[in-house]
T-cell receptor, first 111, second 116 residues
Framework: KQEVTQIPAALSVPEGENLVLNCSFT??????LQWFRQDPGKGLTSLLL?????REQTSGRLNASLDKSSGRSTLYIAASQPGDSATYLC??????????FGPGTRLSVLP | EPEVTQTPSHQVTQMGQEVILRCVPI?????FYWYRQILGQKVEFLVS????????KSEIFDDQFSVERPDGSNFTLKIRSTKLEDSAMYFC??????????????FGSGTQLSVL
């Protein structure tokens, strides 16, 4: 059964800092892994999908890396902005068709 | 950009009542999902649906739950007799291809279900 953990649980930083959000998962037999953003009381916005054959995937100021063998993925956020404040969720697939979500990292970027 | 649409955004019901949550997946998507998130907890998988049948379901998805694709555009989740612990945000999601094809899963904005 896929288990997902995310560190840190919460992070508060001043604007402009570069950030690292960590995700660990137990079952490394995955095709891909997706990172999502969730704003309070809202739905989930897909940020990046990184394939198991890739080591990195970039979108704007976001960069995700994946190390299947060690069961880890990292989301880098460059030059953070107050608008980046949200909860970031890591989701590798579990057995079958579903994605399994981590508990998230709650990010606050202070102006 | 195409969106997954969910209605209603909020639903309040009395314990024991039936509720139907509605979703319109992205039009060319073939794989459909329901997830839920109890306040302060993780997003949890409920069920996946492909080719007009359930392909996978979690332990949460018991006999009180059912899904249906009544026409070419809607995808519904029915809870037959709601319980207090069914109170949660319910998310619909869709994807064009299966999990091995490396395409993103897209989520709707959710239906907040409150059972009183």
């Amino acid at each position: 059964k896929q288990e997902v953990t995310q560190i840190p649980a919460a992070l508060s930083v001043p604007e402009g800092e570069n950030l690292v959000l960590n995700c660990s998962f137990t079952d490394s037999a995955i095709y891909n892994l997706q990172w999502f953003r969730q704003d309070p009381g809202k739905g989930l916005t897909s940020l990046l999908l990184i394939q198991s054959s890739q080591r990195e995937q970039t979108s704007g100021r976001l960069n995700a890396s994946l190390d299947k063998s060690s069961g880890r993925s990292t989301l880098y956020i460059a030059a953070s902005q107050p608008g980046d404040s949200a909860t970031y969720l890591c989701a590798p697939p579990g057995y079958g068709q579903n994605f399994v979500f981590g508990p998230g990292t709650r990010l606050s970027v202070l102006p | 950009e195409p969106e997954v649409t969910q209605t209603p955004s909020h639903q309040v019901t009395q314990m024991g009542q039936e509720v139907i949550l509605r979703c319109v997946p992205i039009s060319n998507h073939l794989y459909f999902y329901w997830y839920r998130q109890i306040l302060g907890q993780k997003v949890e998988f409920l069920v996946s649906f492909y080719n007009n049948e359930i392909s996978e379901k979690s332990e949460i998805f018991d006999d009180q739950f059912s899904v249906e694709r009544p026409d070419g555009s809607n995808f519904t989740l029915k809870i037959r007799s709601t319980k207090l612990e069914d109170s949660a945000m319910y998310f619909c999601a869709s994807r064009r291809t299966g999990p091995a094809a490396n395409e993103k899963l897209f989520f709707g904005s959710g239906t907040q279900l409150s059972v009183l």
